[in-house]
């Protein structure tokens, strides 16, 4: 394990000039930046502001960047979205932008003017040291106190650079044509949207959809997707918190039993005795409502989630009777039977894919990877168990709860890319579902972001997991290599052991043939005359 984790580190080393050369965006959000929602912006579709508001474009004087033609990739992708130019999320995000900042070096942002995680300092080249994402339940009262309350401030502080879309792509000049529907969005209900709009239904006219589309769940890009997704959350809050070292914290969901360890007022909030289902009072999350709760709606009336409140978040741990199968939380063990599954996905690259680390750990298969229908375990069998918001796919995030779910889920992930010293190689780069191919832009992170860009280690991006997971054990074909190779080890001891016997015979008998000879011509050499010399064969 000790060698495993020397080899990533080493590892992290060259990756560190890979992603400068690649000049990935970090400190992205989704959806745009408002500095490019202007009407001749958004004509132009270029997303390329002045630094700061009052430098040259991209901070291109300043040596931190250039404004460049977005990338899309063009891979052939899976049939299960059989449509061809009527998604807006279809080769992101052309349909709005086809030019955007590109940062050099360690500068980030939509206007190159911010350091990527993990790097700090005027010209973004002191580096410091990785954020240390922990167990809630094993941090300090100060600690959780701390994340709480900045996560809960999050909920009810517009985000300061990005805004949301309230129209579709056809609409959104609205109806004159000269009025982009934007609007503002607080720092969590961004988070919430975001994985909203990478699950909503295609919209075909009124009330009328496609549904066979997601570009975050069902696919390798599952895991990287919400990397993304977490990184681009955690950084908005060490920005609301002034504190550069605020890091996520997780819940191992993996505890087995029928009770939510951290479903307590002091922590994401207790059951209300008046009503099961929703969160007691005394808890700092009980006034939190959920946004793009109603899909049904948006869709009849041709409308996207615009932020609007639509009621309070629920939870039920445990407590879906009909469905006794997701009453109960994973088990310790189901981690490790995961991390051991060796490929990471495998064709069709879906949630029907067997021997699939990535759809094991999802919770479409076993946890030893091999498929079967209607099997949920992991990730998705911890967000059905809350049994409320939380198990709504496209609503989901409004549980607080999610951010601790899914950063646990990251760090299996990470677990699996050290352990299997992954590369771009064990990414598939065609044929996975739209939006989930290698060198695909994850919908809707902008400035573009690809799912490769996220297929590294967690230090690469600024941050590490303080979480100890059961030693790798031999597989059984390792442990048949072993033995054969410790058997031909010691059959080659053996003859050559037999050859250096015979030889020293040999050599003895020669000597003393020459002893012989050589007692006509001269007195043997006694021991007493030589005392610093030692005969060995």
Known sequence: MAT???NALLRFVGHCILLSVLGLPYAVKAQFPRACTSLEVVLSKECCPPINGTGSQCGVTEGRGQCDDITIDDAPYGDQYVLLGIDDRERWPERFFNRSCVCNGNFAGFDCSRCRPGWQGDDCQERRPANVRQNIMEMTEEQRTNFLDVLDRSKTTPHPDYVVASEHYRNLLGA?????QFVNITIYDLFTWNHYYSVRDTLLGPGQTYTAIDFSHEGPAFLTWHRMHLLALEDD???LSGDPTFALPYWNFAIGGSECDICTDELLGSQDPA???LLGNNSRFADWEVVCLSMDWYNDNVKLCNGTFEGPVRRNPGGNVERPEVQVLPQP????SCVRVETYD?????????SSFRNALEGYSKVDGEFEV????LHNLAHLFLNGTGGITHASANDPIFVLLHSFTDAIFE???IRNNATEGDYPVEDAPIGHNLNFNMVPFFPPVKNRGMFVSSEQLGYSYSVQFAAAEPSETLATTESFIWASVGVLAFIVLNVLVALSVAAARRYKRRQKEEDLYQSLISDDNNPGIMYTS
């Open 4 to 6: 495993t984790r020397l």
């Open 176 to 180: 004159n044509g000269t009025d982009p």
């Open 237 to 239: 809050l060490q920005r």
């Open 275 to 277: 009503d099961p289902t």
């Open 333 to 336: 063990d189901d981690v490790e």
């Open 346 to 354: 495998n064709f069709p690259f879906y949630s029907d894919s067997n």
């Open 374 to 377: 209607g099997v949920r375990t």
């Open 415 to 417: 677990e699996w890319l």
